[in-house]
């Protein structure tokens, strides 16, 4: 029997591209709100009611509205892809690569946030790190990161694609979270086990889907004899039989001249490069990715998948 399956915003961005990759499969039933009626609060419980498992591609606080329409209800699972619930302790962080035992966890669990798009890359990286004690309490983690403008959902959309609009973006590449409280630093700084609160700087660049994001390393500052070789040799074992997250061998990253932050748009996977000189003072971390392939919608699906193999 097809499990189903509701998107509650499956008229966003995000919620759009989780039903584009499940269109054509036989084991899920999608359930549908017509666009006009998308915030008919009635007809959304009924439907988050019915599925058996609901994706929410909402707005915090709608987010929130949907899950305590729920309430009650344990026999619905939930996917929340907002930042609502990423380090409530009762759900499950739904990044299946960040430690051997999540995907179990995401396997069993009835409510999964799915993570946020920029802590996808940064927990990518300084988890394995901080996993294998490379990365020392107490060190002064930076995150610097741009992204494609879907990330800032069907309104920005609109401000960087219609330049009549009274509030459009002229800019082709602009910093933002200026007061550096954007709200990914929490779930960066409890996945990414970290003691202090990392300095999160985030920008937009003019091409719609795709990211990267960096964690420059002092490697006189990590654990003794610390190099570009060991710091990558632990992301390898971290990610060794990983087919969606992968690292990039040092051979091929030291041959790269640059990198294009649309190099994965369209695809579900994120790309780990250690750049840096062999015996030089620093290592730049870089994770690849698209925001709404790893960052959003393709993780939601992965979290959906194994929640249904369960
Ligand atoms: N875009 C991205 O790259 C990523 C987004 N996310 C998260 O996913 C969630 C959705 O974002 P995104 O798809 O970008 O946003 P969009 O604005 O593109 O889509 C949100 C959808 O939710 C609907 N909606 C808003 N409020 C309500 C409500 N009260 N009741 C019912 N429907 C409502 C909107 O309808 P209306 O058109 O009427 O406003 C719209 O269809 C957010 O929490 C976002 O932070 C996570 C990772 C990456
Ligand atoms: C470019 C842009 O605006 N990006 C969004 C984050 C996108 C994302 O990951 O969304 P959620 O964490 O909300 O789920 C932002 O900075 O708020």
Known sequence: MSAKIFIDGEHGTTGLQIRTRMAGRRDVQLLSIPEAERRNAAMREDLLNSADIAILCLPDDASREAVSMLSGNNRVRIIDTSTAYRVAEDWAYGFAEMDAAQADRIRSARCVANPGCYPTGAIGLIRPLRAAGLLPDGYPVTVNAVSGYTGGGKQMIAQMEDQSREDAISANNFLYGLTLKHKHVPEM???????????????????????????????????????????????????????????????????????????????DTMKLFVFGTPGGAHVNLVALLDNLGKGASGAAVQNMDLMLSA
Request: proline share 5%.
């Open 189 to 267: 700084k409890v996945h990414g086990l970290l003691d202090r609160a990392p300095l999160f700087s985030p920008s937009v660049g003019r091409f719609a889907q795709g990211m990267i994001v960096q964690v420059p390393l002092f490697l006189e500052d990590l654990k003794d004899g610390a190099t570009l070789e060991s710091v990558h040799a632990a992301l390898v074992a971290h990610y060794q039989g990983q087919d969606i997250v992968t690292v990039v061998p040092l051979a091929d990253s030291s041959a790269l001249a640059r990198i294009d932050a649309e190099e994965l748009a369209g695809q």
